[in-house]
């Protein structure tokens, strides 16, 4: 299984950028896919969700900023980010979850780096 973010780098504050995650080994359809971040000291973070039926979610500090989408044909899952703020700053991580196997996979992450 492999999940290969790309599409961070260094942005000024209010720019966007779209971060992809391909997937490879699993029946990406029936995944529930995740963005998550991480900044040194704290926690992983859930940024946002997209079940395999479509519904998606996200964490407070994103909404109306962050959208997360899947191409099922593409085995990807997209997160658009807009309005990117410097505490947007964090190592991105793409996951995959299949509840009913208890099966969960990550991607080696993405930096994405918001600064003037």
């Known amino acids: 299984v492999q999940l290969v973010e790309s599409g961070g780098g260094l942005v000024q504050p209010g720019e966007s950028l779209r971060l992809s995650c391909v997937a490879s080994?699993?029946?990406?359809?029936?995944?529930?896919m995740g963005w998550y971040r991480q900044v040194p000291g704290k926690q992983r973070e859930l940024v946002a969700g997209?079940?395999?039926?479509?519904?998606?979610n996200y964490a407070d500090s994103v909404k109306g900023r962050f959208t997360i989408s899947r191409d099922n044909a593409k085995n990807t899952v997209y997160l658009q980010m807009h309005s990117l703020k410097s505490e947007d700053t964090a190592v991105y991580y793409c996951?995959?979850?299949?509840?009913?196997?208890?099966?969960?996979?990550w991607g080696q992450g993405t930096q994405v780096t918001v600064s003037s």
């Open positions: 080994g699993i029946i990406f359809r029936v995944y529930d």
């Open positions: 997209i079940a395999s039926g479509g519904s998606t």
């Open positions: 996951n995959a979850e299949y509840k009913v196997w208890a099966h969960v996979f």
